[in-house]
C-alpha cells in the first residue's frame, strides 16, 4: 500500500443496510475497497462480487495427501520393512489400516486448509493490522473506499453516494 | 426487510444490541476477577497440587501403586480414560454437528464447550500415558519412529495404536477449530484495550481485521472444519470402542459398542455442559446468552441419548442371553447380581431412569433439578464404563483366579488430579478468554432480536 493513502469510510449501522449500499455504491461506479464487519455477514462476499473461496479444493487435495501418506506408511512398515504375523492375519489387511488412514486424512485436510487461510489471509501472531476504525470489531460496518482507486471521481461525490445508500457517518481516513 | 419470528423464541434475550454482546462478554476479562473466582481457582489449583502427589507417586514407584491385580488387569485408568474422552465430546458435537444442522442457538455455548473438549482430552491423553509405566520412552511404543530395534514399528492392527491417532487427531482439529473461532473474539478485545493487554490480544488475535475476504474465508473454513470434526468425532468414541469390542472378553466382544459408546459420549458430554455452563452463566451474568430454552434443548438431547444408552444395555443383555453363548450370559448376570450388583444399579438408575425425567417440562426447564440430574448422570457414566471394566474381567473362565478390584489412595488421587487440572483449565479460560462467541452471537443477533433493527 502507498503512504498517503486516502481513505473516505462509509460506516453502517445495520447489515440490511450495508448489503443494499455495497450494491448501489458499486452500480453508481465507485471502487470499494473492502467492508470490515464485526460478524460475518451473509452474502455480503456476494454483493462485492467475490470468487467463491477455493479453501474447499485445498482442504481437499491436503487430505488426499493424508491419505496416501497413511497408506504408504502403513504398507511399507507392516509389509515391506519388518514383516511380522499378528494374530494370523496376512501381512498387511487393509481393514485394519482404516482408522488410521481416516484419522490421517482428517489430520492432514484440517492442518492444511487452516495453513492456506492463514497465508492467504495474512494471520500471524506478529501481523499488525490496519484498522480503519476501531468500531469494526465491536458493532459498526466499516466500508472503506481508496480515493487512488477511484480518481476519477470526486471525493464529496463519493461522500454522497454512501450517505444516500443509508451510511450513518462517512469519515476520512489516511495511513502513515 | 427485517422478518420477526412469532413462533420461535429469541435466541438472545433482554433486547441486547451488537454493542451491549461486547461489553457483556469482555465484562469480565477486562475487569478484575471476582472473589468467587479466586475461590473456585483456589480450590481447584488445591486439588490439582494434592492430586499431583499421587501422579508423582505412580511415575516414581510405578503403577504397582495402583490396585490392580492379576485377574483385574486395566480399572480406573481406562474407566478414568474413556469417561474423559466421552465428556469431550458433546463440544465436537455443539461446535461441528450442530452447526452443520445449522442450530443457531449453539452460538451462545459452542465456545466454552469446545474449551471443555479440549480439557477433558487433556485429561483423558493423561490416562494411557501414565499406564505405561515409563512414559518418557511412551513415543516409541505409541508413535511409528524409527527405533534401534529392528526397526519394529508399532502394530497397526492393535486398536490401541489406533487410539493415539484418533485422540490425537480429535485433540489437534478441536484445538485448531477452536482457536479459528477465538481469533475474531481476540481482535475485539484488542482494540477495546491499551498498554500491555493490547500486544497480549493483538498477538493471539493474528492481525485480524475482519475484511470481508477474510470473513468468507472464516466461513468456509469453518464449514469445512465442522465436516471434517463430524465424522472425527464419532471415530474417535468407535475406535475408543474398539479397545473392548475388538478383544474376545465377554461382555466386550459385541457389535453394538461402538453406536452405545458414541451415544454414551454425547450423553454425558452435554450432562457436564449443563455443569458447567449453569455455573458460568451465573457467575458471570450471562443468563440474556445463555437462556432457559439452551438448557432445555440441551436436556433434549440427553434425553435422546439417554434413551439410546438405555436400549442399548437392554439390547445388550437381550443378546447375552438369546446368543446362547454360557460365558457371555454369564458376564452380563454376573454384572446384575454379582458382587459389583450396586454399580451396575446406579448405572442403571442415573443413566436410564434419571434422564426420562426430562420428559416432564417443568424438570427441564427448572435450573436445579437440571443442575442435579447434570451431576447424576456423569455418575452414571463413570459407573458405566466402570462396571464394563472390572465386571466383566473380575470374574473370567477360571473360577480359582477370580477377584475384586479395590482402588488404593493413588488411583483416587491420579482420578483427583485430573479433576483438579480440568477446572484450573476451565477457570484459567473463563477468565482471560471471551467464554461466549460474540461474533457468532452477533450473527444471530438479528433474527433473534427486535431492538438490534431500529
Known sequence: ?176 | MQVTSSVRDPLVTGGKTYHDVTQDVCRQVEGRPSLGWFLAFLTAAGVLALGSIALVVTLWEGIGMWGLNKTVGWAWDITNFVWWVGIGHAGTLISAVLLLFRQKWRTSINRAAEAMTIFAVICAAMFPVIHMGRPWLGAYWALPLPNTFGSLWVNFNSPLLWDVFAISTYFAVSLVFWYIGLIPDFATIRDRATGLRKTIYGALSFGWDGAARTWMRYESVSLILAGLATPLVLSVHTIVSFDFATSVIPGWHTTIFPPYFVAGAIFSGFAMVLTLMIVTRKVFKLEDYITISHIELMNIVIIVTGSIVGVAYITEFFIAWYSGVEPEFYAFYNRATGPYFWAYWTMMTCNVISPQLFWIKKIRTSIAATFALSIVVNIGMWFERFVIIVTSLHRDYLPSSWAMFYPTWVDVGVYLFTFGLFFTLFLLFAKFFPVINMAEVKAVLKSSSEKVSK
Not at chain 1, 449500499?21 to 451473509?42: C, F, L, Q, T
Not at chain 1, 487393509?94 to 492444511?112: D, H, R, S, Y
Request: charged share 20%.
Open chain 1, 1 to 176: 500500500m502507498e503512504r498517503d493513502t486516502h481513505f473516505v469510510l462509509g460506516v453502517f449501522d445495520d447489515e440490511d443496510i450495508l448489503l443494499q449500499a455495497v450494491g448501489e455504491v458499486r452500480a453508481s461506479g465507485v471502487k470499494i475497497d473492502e467492508v470490515y464487519s464485526p460478524y460475518p455477514v451473509h452474502g455480503l462476499d456476494e454483493v462485492l462480487g467475490y470468487r467463491r473461496s477455493r479453501l474447499p479444493i485445498a482442504a481437499f487435495l491436503f487430505g488426499i495427501v493424508g491419505t496416501t501418506l497413511a497408506l504408504t506408511m502403513q504398507y511399507y512398515m507392516m509389509l515391506f520393512d519388518w514383516q511380522m504375523i499378528i494374530g494370523g492375519k496376512d501381512y498387511a489387511s487393509f481393514p485394519v489400516f482404516i482408522p488410521v488412514t481416516f484419522e490421517m486424512t482428517v489430520l492432514l485436510a484440517a492442518f492444511g486448509m487452516v495453513g492456506v487461510f492463514m497465508i492467504s489471509s495474512n494471520l500471524k501472531p506478529w501481523a499488525i493490522p490496519r484498522i480503519f476504525d476501531v468500531r469494526s470489531t465491536d458493532d459498526k460496518h466499516i466500508m472503506a473506499i481508496d480515493i487512488v482507486n477511484n480518481s476519477a471521481m470526486d471525493i464529496t461525490k463519493i461522500e454522497e453516494i454512501l450517505k444516500s445508500s443509508g451510511a450513518s457517518e462517512v469519515n476520512k481516513k489516511s495511513f502513515e
